[in-house]
């Protein structure tokens, strides 16, 4: 056995995971609360994507427009985190070789770099295009591509449960 195949085994035979995996309400509350964080985040970011790509709030600084939905943004990475966390430990033996799962942690890990790329490169340069209806092409491909990894990390979740 491989060394994290036996931390998702570990993970999946604690107390903690059992309650959560046996019960009739914790489980889908856990899910629920999981998508609605999502929803949180992904929509905070669409939003700030579609103002780097000249879709909306032309008219807006790009800075003050990130600024006011970061809350957002990291209050739906929170609850996602936390429940994400659960859930997996829950289930953690089963998505060890699950490839939906595996995509969708591959897919995150991309657009956490992607986000990284974009706040310490075209970012730093904020003051020289906040202003611009159209910000330069580096930020719009950063949106694009944010855009575009979280549909898929979106897709990859929920096929999650179609894969055994």
């Not at 997996?88 to 799962?101: L, T, V």
Request: hydrophobic residues 60%.
């Amino acid at each position: 056995m491989s060394f994290l195949l036996n931390v998702s085994q570990g993970l999946y035979d604690t107390a903690l995971a059992t309650s959560i995996r046996e019960s009739e309400i914790t489980f889908p509350a856990l899910e629920t609360a999981h998508v609605l964080g999502l929803a949180l985040m992904a929509g905070a970011i669409a939003l700030v994507d579609f103002r780097l790509l000249g879709l909306v709030w032309r008219r807006s600084p790009v800075g003050v427009v990130a600024a006011q939905l970061l809350p957002a943004t990291w209050s739906g990475f929170a609850v996602m985190a936390v429940t994400g966390g659960l859930l997996f430990c829950a289930e953690a033996a089963k998505m060890y070789g699950n490839p939906a799962f595996r995509v969708k942690l591959l897919l995150l890990v991309l657009a956490g770099l992607n986000m990284l790329a974009f706040h310490f490169g075209v970012y730093r340069r904020l003051a020289d295009w906040d202003l611009a209806p159209s910000p330069p092409p580096a930020a719009k491909a950063a949106a694009g591509v944010s855009l575009a990894l979280w549909a898929a990390i979106i897709v990859a979740g929920r096929m999650i449960a179609y894969f055994h």
